[in-house]
């Protein structure tokens, strides 16, 4: 499954961004979809997630400022990021594990940067 991701860019303390992630393929169940980061010399982490059945998880460190959503027509996942700081910049990730037939699968995008700076 490829993974078209955009709305990154250079936004300034307490703007707002709205990422997007598109997936390509058509025929396979999509289970959950995530949202990853990773800032300069740091691990990746998991921003936010969101399953089929429309739990929602967020890091502490975003929790009241991000929002994600899924529109499983479109077969996409947004992140609207508000109150932005720079501890939010980082390159994100979009993340959707997919089920086909009995196995499931686990794919990435190509990451879009996201730099919160005055």
């Known amino acids: 499954v490829q993974l078209q991701a955009s709305g990154g860019g250079l936004v300034q303390p307490g703007g707002s961004l709205r990422l997007s992630c598109a997936a390509s393929?058509?025929?396979?169940?999509?289970?959950?979809m995530n949202w990853y980061r990773q800032a300069p010399g740091k691990q990746r982490e998991l921003v936010s997630g969101v399953t089929d059945d429309g739990k929602m998880y967020y890091s502490d460190s975003v929790k009241g400022r991000f929002t994600i959503s899924r529109d499983n027509a479109k077969r996409a996942v947004y992140l609207q990021m508000n109150s932005l700081k720079p501890e939010d910049t980082a390159v994100y990730y979009c993340?959707?594990?997919?089920?086909?037939?009995?196995?499931?699968?686990?794919?990435w995008g190509q990451g879009t940067l996201v730099t919160v700076s005055s």
């Open positions: 993340n959707v594990y997919t089920r086909r037939g009995l196995k499931t699968f686990e794919d």
């Open positions: 393929e058509s025929t396979f169940i999509i289970t959950a």
